[in-house]
């Protein structure tokens, strides 16, 4: 069983002037990756569960930066194509392994993961499992889950479990090989803000209790609650993975334990408004007035 890992980390601030280019990437390249091993890192984890199962890794490429302004347009179409070229020839492959933080604004797209795992999903074909990891303060889109067959974002933060969603993404392409497993995805957008805060104590802790409660739902695979992004990602996402046959009667299963029926209908309940900035400014969007 072989298994291609590649990535693109980038936590875009769409609020700085300058842009992000090929020199402010770390990048690793091949058996550069192989590096990784024993960190406790996503890369580190995808890397320890390959081995620990015996499944051969096809190192492509991963490239992370500091979080900074939107990504060049010359220096992402790069990246993206140089993972593209290495993993053809690669192909036919069992599953494909992403580190992503869910947050990658390129300049002209405001998905860069979702832009990335569509041109890899065109590539690799339906019947290749693709998965990836996202860092709690990624936003998840309908792009991505619909070119995904797994999305698995970290629990804690500070961000200590990167490993361990990482080993479970690899397991879940080894049972959609060995087990004929499909897994569903839905994005569920919230109409709520979640607070930026720690997940030790108080409301973040309260919060990802609902959410790991909620995966234990009988054929739940990960249910995962996003912050906001200043583009039109806006909002708190859910990302719900239900594996079949129980997708369709289960897909909003675990939504009542973060937005109460109590609440009311979401739609009616909250209202953003956006506007465009002047063109001096490198950040598109912004939120001008929240109504309840």
Not at 119 to 148: K, Q
Request: net charge neutral; charged share 20%.
């Amino acid at each position: 069983m072989r298994i291609a890992i590649a990535g693109i980390i980038h936590e875009t601030n769409t609020y700085c002037r300058d842009q992000t280019t090929t020199v402010d990437f770390h990048q690793s390249r091949g058996e550069r990756i192989f590096k990784s091993r024993g960190t406790e890192t996503s890369i580190g984890g995808a890397l320890a569960i390959c081995a620990e199962l015996g499944i051969e890794v096809v190192p492509l490429l991963v490239v992370s930066a500091q979080p900074s302004g939107i990504v060049e347009l010359e220096t992402y179409q790069a990246f993206k194509a140089e993972i593209l070229q290495g993993l053809a020839p690669q192909l036919p492959i069992v599953g494909i392994f992403l580190d992503l933080h869910g947050a990658g604004v390129v300049d002209g797209i405001h998905d860069l993961e979702g832009d990335l795992v569509q041109a890899i999903r065109d590539l690799a074909g339906p019947s290749t499992g693709i998965v990836a990891t996202f860092d709690l303060h990624g936003n998840i889109t309908a792009a991505m889950v619909e070119a995904l067959d797994g999305t698995f974002a970290c629990h804690q933060y500070p961000h200590i479990d990167l490993h361990w969603r990482a080993r479970e993404a690899i397991k879940l392409i080894r049972r959609m090989a060995t087990e004929n497993l499909k897994p569903v995805s839905y994005v569920e957008k919230l109409p709520m803000l979640m607070p930026t805060t720690t997940t030790f104590s108080g409301i973040g802790k309260a919060h990802l209790a609902i959410m790991l409660a909620a995966e234990e739902e009988p054929g739940s695979l990960m249910l995962a609650g996003f912050t906001v992004s200043p583009t039109p990602r806006l909002r708190t996402l859910a990302s719900i993975s239900w594996s079949p046959p129980t997708a369709t009667a289960n897909r909003r299963r675990g939504l009542p334990r973060v937005w109460p029926p109590t609440c009311g209908p979401p739609e009616k309940i909250f209202a953003l408004k956006t506007c465009r900035l002047p063109r001096q400014s490198p950040r598109p969007w912004r939120a001008k007035h929240i109504s309840w």
